[in-house]
Every structure is written in structure tokens, then in C-alpha cells.
């Protein structure tokens, strides 16, 4: 299984941006489809983007579309989500999971690797 680590979580004023990163080990990235989710204070986690394997396709959840844009770079081991025009709504531990062999999925029981999460804080 492939262990995540993902980093870049902050705090942030409203309108700013974050670039969080996803560092895999043990297991290469290419052989997974990868996701970011976000688990916001006392609700349940959600899906946020997903990415291909290749990195041709990709999918967001209407909240973040044309805020944030998920990448992938399987050279360095790593998935990112580039995070602009933040809201305080988007304040949240934030993880990236990957689905060894499958497809982009916004469903949380798809994704077989989870990591520790990055908290992100965005104030008012």
C-alpha cells in the first residue's frame, strides 16, 4: 500500500491561496487515481477533486470549481491542489487519497489510501 503525506496546510486570510502537496512512498503514483478531500468542522468528510492516473481527466465538486485545480506530477511522487480565492467556508482538514488501478471517483469508499490530513484555515 502506498503511504501519503500530505503538507501545505496554513492559515490564510479570505481571498488568499494555498498550494497543499500529497508526497507518496512506497508504491508509485502512476498506478493510482488520486483525490483530495476535506472533512469541514463537525460535518462528514467531502469529496473535493480527483485526478486520472495520467492526469487527463479531472473532476471538482461545485463548491471549489474554478477556485481550485488539482495536478499531479508522477515524476515526483506527488499530487497537488492549487487553492485560490479561499473562503473562511473553506476551513477544513484536508487528505489526499489514492485508488490503486481505478478511475477518477468523488466516493470516499473507492479510495484504498488515506493520509493524515492537513489542516487549512482561512479567516474572515
Known amino acids: 500500500q502506498v503511504q501519503l503525506v500530505e503538507s501545505g496546510g496554513g492559515l490564510v486570510q479570505a481571498g488568499g491561496s494555498l498550494r497543499l502537496s500529497c508526497a507518496a512512498s512506497?508504491?508509485?503514483?502512476?498506478?493510482?487515481?488520486m483525490g483530495w478531500f476535506r472533512q469541514r468542522p463537525g460535518k462528514e468528510r467531502e469529496f473535493v477533486a480527483s485526478?486520472?492516473?495520467?492526469?487527463?481527466?479531472?473532476d471538482y465538486a461545485d463548491s471549489v470549481k474554478g477556485r481550485f485545480t488539482i495536478s499531479r506530477d508522477n515524476a515526483k511522487n506527488t499530487v497537488y491542489l492549487q487553492m485560490n480565492s479561499l473562503k473562511p467556508e473553506d476551513t477544513a482538514v484536508f487528505y489526499c487519497?489514492?485508488?490503486?488501478?481505478?478511475?477518477?471517483?468523488?466516493?470516499?469508499?473507492?479510495?484504498?489510501?488515506w493520509g493524515q490530513g492537513t489542516q487549512v484555515t482561512v479567516s474572515s
Open positions: 512506497g508504491r508509485t503514483l502512476s498506478n493510482y487515481a
Open positions: 487519497a489514492g485508488r490503486l488501478l481505478g478511475v477518477l471517483s468523488s466516493s470516499i469508499k473507492d479510495y484504498d489510501s
Open positions: 485526478i486520472s492516473w495520467s492526469g487527463a481527466a479531472r
